[in-house]
């Protein structure tokens, strides 16, 4: 699913001098896998995640996404394979503060080439599957933390992506509220989901089948 | 108080970006509402120095068959003057241009014949020497002395020794007894006459012009008197009425149908300024631009608001500190409007100091006159009292909303969540977006109100006269005024034009006692056989005595009939004239007019109809046409006559080959005007020109400024966006559909706006149609054009801060929570 080769992500520090914030990054992630990934903060982790999930484009070195050469593509190529492929969950949730539940959900289908009547469906569909109906209407700060990451995790896969990436998804919530999010990642897992996630948190990397350790920009070990 | 000032002045350094702009849109705001102020307090407002003006009423004299006020014959004057009970006195004045030799030049200057009684009646005092006694206005031709003008004393150098010392008008000397004060320039706003004569000096300073004198039929003379006390207007009124129906039973032939009206001075002094049948024309012209200007302040105003309402997030911590630290509302609320309506009053001095440039500017702007016209709008303490006013009021209303929000913060925070829309366009019904709004609707109307008087002006522009428009050049001489009677001022006329005629570069020398687009004599007509008593029978007309190459120097294409010859215009010819189309069909609708006979109510000669010439504007170029008489050149009036030369070369150079003509004939014979036709024209067009200039100047102004205003409220809109927007393009949102977005957003408001706008525009732009030439105050080419060129600079306003929600990187804007 995921292929990077000698990928490398730095940032200009005075002149001439580099900040390098990401190294000679390698790594395969098959399609069905549930990564976690882990590390110090300010270690590289988000950095790594904002790539794979193409809001970043400033790295060099080579990243396959199901066999098509992201770093070949242009930018409006790679923002509809982005749009096909990937969805994501914020540590802060990003839920658009003057937009119902319902209207939250329905922005990435407002995105791509979805029917009127697609888009309702899925969005009902997406309701009752995370048994939030009853709140379609309320604003996100009428909901308590945990409910508001299950609207973020639920605007995630609304579109149907085969990759799901979540930067630290449970790092704002209580642990039973962030067990409640770990166990709706399982669950899409087994449904055949590939999903990579950082966290912080040994119990939740262990609801994942690998970890991968980040330290400075490199990549230190892997788990298996 | 003090501390709260000490700190206003700090925050207004703290953020220098902020405090300059709306210092600007302040200055901008207000120096427009100075300088219209300015104009207006010239023009209405500031009273006449005249000692208890209210107590002074002008006396005019009404005609059923003449719109408007008119001016009152002498003989009736000195009727009123003896019958009325109602005045402690009345006083009489009429402008007359004199010829003043000094040197070997004869100038020009604009003289008053005044009643013995004209300053004692206005309570004037002079700054020099002494006013007229009672005396000097008794004996004709008995005393001749002369007051001199204020501005006119300094123009001759401005000696004391001027009193007692004798000058020259129309050949003869006369004693200078006073000078007015500085202040007085008359009781008719814009026209300050050099001199005042008395009256019984008429024949000296009008000869020629006894006849006016005598009869009872001439409007000549402006009266002004002064109430007695404990009489009103109206109780004075009644009075004059009923002796003017006395005076129309002893001399019903001359004063049928004739009455008066009173008028304050006040109110009469700027009705002048227009010419006839235009008396409202100052106020209205007054009112279109302090709508205009007060437009404009509000937009400056809603501007500020919102740079304040901006800057007021920026200070949210403080307030919050302030709050904390047990501040009240109320400390809060005047601690912020003090700084607001320091900013206002910062403006206010800088919209004055723009004031007293533009005044300057103005003055230069003013179009040639017909008459030397003399406003002075330069800011007094009436208008520095009107923009401290407008400075504080600003400082209040662009303050107020900010002060209130931010007094509120959480209140009107936990009000927002309430009030969000959902619509899913990020829109907010909130304060700033009705600023701009309204910024957007008043801005419109401004603007589709100055579209409509250039386009007036441009219409105007275009309008066929009926005559030459080029190649011609108009001189005004009078040799009456150098003292020849009506015969040799004749010969003299006659020599001059031959002389032209002989020039390589002419085309044709005539003259005319009418000047198109400047005015004339008109006689009442009466057709022949018909009775005179019944009003359809009897017409006001224009009157144009001629010589008989008039209409082809001017271009005016004679339709039917004959031209005049030189025979017509001796003394015992048999009487003919040429009329024009809207006489021909005014007096006989459906007959041959050719041939007919009509004769003029001052004489029983019947006069026959040989020609119909093609109409022509006479007064106006937006005129309803006025019947026109031409009529072969047989006697000379004091009113001068007008050469009309058609040249075959530059018609510039050709005016001072003119004035040599003129001066080698005689010295003594003053030259009253000499324009080519193209500088006359644009004094015929001056109304709307100014119109055009002043709105036009307005209108871009708001057009400014509303666009300053979108886009600051757009480019802060974004800004506060940075991570909705960031959401969104992480979420799949393409480069066009953020800039949409953020358009749709700003179009939205714009929409509203314009909408607005355009009611407004359709609900009022009728008020001005009286000024407006050829063009309907509803003119669809106006309003569409105006509202797309809006609706595209709003566009734009959106358009590049929506560019700049492109720069944003998801990354950042989803970091920064
Ligand atoms: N725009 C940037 N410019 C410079 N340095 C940056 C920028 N963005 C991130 N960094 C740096 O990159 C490093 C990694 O950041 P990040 O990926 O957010 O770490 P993590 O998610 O592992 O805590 C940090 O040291 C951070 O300061
Ligand atoms: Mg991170």
């Keep these: 699913m995921i292929k990077l080769r000698r990928l490398e992500r730095r940032y200009p520090l005075g002149k001439e001098k580099f900040f ?84 939250n959900l329905d922005i990435p289908l407002s995105y791509r080439r979805y029917s009127k009547g697609e888009r309702a469906a899925l969005v009902a569909d997406m309701l009752d599957r995370f048994q939030i109906v009853g709140k379609k209407d309320l604003y996100p700060s009428q909901l308590s933390g945990g409910q508001q990451q299950l609207v973020g995790v639920a605007r995630a896969i609304i579109a149907e992506p085969k990759l799901l990436l979540a930067d630290e998804p449970t790092g704002n919530l209580h642990s039973s509220q962030g067990e409640e999010i770990m166990e709706l990642f399982r669950k899409l897992n087994d449904e055949g989901m590939t999903i990579v996630q950082v966290t912080h948190s040994e119990k939740n990397a262990s609801y994942g089948k690998r970890i991968i350790q980040l330290r400075d920009g490199w990549l230190v070990r892997e788990n298996r | 108080m003090i501390n709260d000032l000490r700190f206003a002045v700090r925050m207004l350094i703290k953020y220098p970006a902020f405090s300059i702009v709306a210092f600007l849109a302040l200055v901008l705001g207000i120096g427009a509402n100075t300088t219209v102020f300015g104009i207006i307090n010239a023009l209405v407002l500031r009273p006449l120095p005249v000692g208890y003006s209210e107590e002074v009423v002008k006396v005019f004299t009404t005609d059923n068959h003449i719109k408007g006020n008119q001016s009152t014959s002498y003989p009736n004057f000195q009727d009123y003057e003896k019958q009325n009970t109602a005045f402690t006195s009345m006083a009489a004045y009429t402008f007359v241009g004199v010829g003043m030799t000094r040197g070997s030049d004869t100038l020009n200057v604009n003289g008053l014949l005044v009643t013995g009684n004209y300053f004692d009646l206005l309570q004037v005092k002079p700054s020099l020497g002494r006013m007229f006694l009672p005396e000097e206005d008794s004996t004709p031709n008995g005393h001749p002395v002369v007051v001199l003008g204020y501005k006119f004393w300094k123009k001759l150098g401005g000696e004391p020794t001027i009193v007692g010392s004798q000058v020259t008008l129309n050949g003869h000397s006369f004693t200078v007894i006073g000078v007015a004060p500085a202040a007085f320039t008359g009781v008719d706003v814009g026209l300050d006459p050099d001199i005042y004569v008395p009256m019984s000096m008429h024949q000296w300073i009008r000869p020629g012009g006894d006849l006016w004198f005598e009869l009872r039929r001439a409007l000549l003379l402006n009266i002004v008197a002064r109430l007695k006390p404990g009489v009103t207007m109206s109780q004075a009124q009644a009075q004059m009425r009923t002796i003017a129906k006395q005076l129309e039973q002893a001399y019903p032939d001359v004063n049928k149908e004739r009455s008066i009206a009173l008028v304050s001075l006040e109110a009469a002094k700027s009705q002048g300024l227009a010419g006839p049948n235009n008396e409202d024309l100052a106020r209205n012209v007054s009112l279109l631009l302090l709508a205009a200007s007060v437009s404009i302040l509000l937009i400056a105003c809603a501007n500020v608001a919102n740079l304040l309402l901006a800057r007021s997030t920026a200070r949210q911590g403080e307030m919050a500190v302030r709050l904390a630290l047990g501040a009240g509302r109320g400390r809060i609320v005047r601690q912020l409007l003090t700084e607001s309506v320091l900013l206002g009053v910062l403006g206010g001095f800088g919209g004055v100091i723009l004031a007293y440039c533009l005044g300057d500017v103005l003055v230069a702007l003013l179009p040639p006159t ?27 209303i662009f303050g107020l909303a900010p002060a209130l929000q931010m007094a509120r913060w959480d209140l009107i925070q936990g009000l927002r969540e309430r009030v969000s829309t959902g619509g899913g366009a990020g829109t907010r019904l909130n304060l700033r977006s009705l600023l701009v709004v309204a ?19 441009y219409k105007a522009q275009a309008i066929d006269p009926g005559f030459r428009t080029d190649n011609l050049d108009i001189v005004t001489i009078n040799p009456v005024l150098a003292g020849y009677d009506s015969d040799r001022a004749l010969q003299v006329v006659r020599a001059i034009a031959d002389q032209i005629r002989h020039d390589p570069h002419v085309a044709g020398a005539d003259v005319n006692n009418w000047v198109p687009l400047f005015g004339g004599e008109g006689r009442t007509i009466v057709i022949d056989g018909r009775d005179p008593n019944d009003e359809h029978n009897r017409k006001f007309a224009n009157y144009s005595p001629i010589t008989p190459g008039y209409f082809q120097t001017m271009g005016i294409q004679l339709l039917r009939g004959r031209n005049f010859t030189e025979q017509d215009a001796e003394k015992n010819a048999a009487p003919v004239a040429i009329i024009d189309e809207t006489m021909a069909s005014e007096f006989w609708p459906n007959e041959d007019a050719l041939g007919r006979r009509f004769r003029f109510m001052i004489s029983k000669e019947p006069i026959e109809v040989i020609g119909i010439a093609r109409n022509s504007k006479a007064v106006t170029l937006g005129e309803t046409p006025i019947s026109m008489v031409y009529w072969p050149l047989k006697e000379m009036t004091d009113q001068g006559i007008t050469l009309f030369v058609h040249t075959t070369g530059a018609p510039g150079m050709m005016l001072s080959e003119i004035r040599r003509i003129v001066r080698s004939v005689d010295v003594h014979i003053p030259i009253t005007y000499e324009k080519t036709i193209r500088q006359h024209m644009a004094i015929a067009l001056w109304p709307s020109w100014m119109g055009a200039i002043l ?12 666009s300053m205003g979108v886009y600051g409220v757009m480019a802060y809109s974004v800004s506060q966006r940075t991570r909705e927007l960031g959401i969104r393009m992480a979420l799949g949102a393409q480069t066009s559909q953020v800039i949409r977005l953020v358009l749709r957003q700003g179009m939205l408001l714009a929409a509203i706006g314009l909408g607005f706008g355009l009611f407004a525009a359709f609900g009022s732009t009728h008020l001005a149609g009286s000024l407006l030439y050829g063009v309907s105050p509803n003119d669809p080419v106006i309003f569409v054009g105006v509202t797309s060129l809006l609706a595209f600079a709003a566009f734009a306003a959106c358009y590049f801060p929506a560019r700049r929600a492109l720069k944003i990187d998801p990354i950042t804007a989803l970091r920064t929570e």
């Design chain 2, 695 to 706: 709105l036009g100047s307005l209108g871009l102004l708001a057009f400014i400024l509303a």
């Design chain 2, 439 to 457: 910024q957007i609707a008043v801005s419109l109307l401004l603007l589709i109100a100055s579209g409509l008087f250039l386009k007036s002006f």
């Design chain 2, 370 to 396: 017909p008459f030397p016209i003399s406003l002075n709008p330069q800011p007094d303490w009436r208008v520095l009292i009107f923009s401290f006013a407008v400075a504080v009021f600003s400082g209040i």
């Design chain 1, 20 to 103: 390098y914030v990401l190294r000679d990054i390698n790594l395969d992630i098959e399609e069905g896998e549930f990564v976690s990934v882990m590390g110090p903060s300010g270690a590289g982790k988000s950095t790594l995640l904002h790539i794979l999930g193409m809001h970043d484009s400033g790295w060099a070195g080579e990243y396959f996404l199901a066999e098509t050469a992201v770093h070949h593509l242009k930018p409006k190529e790679r923002a509809t394979l982005r749009n096909e492929q990937i969805g994501f969950v914020f540590q802060q949730y990003h839920l658009l503060d003057d937009l119902t539940v319902y209207e």
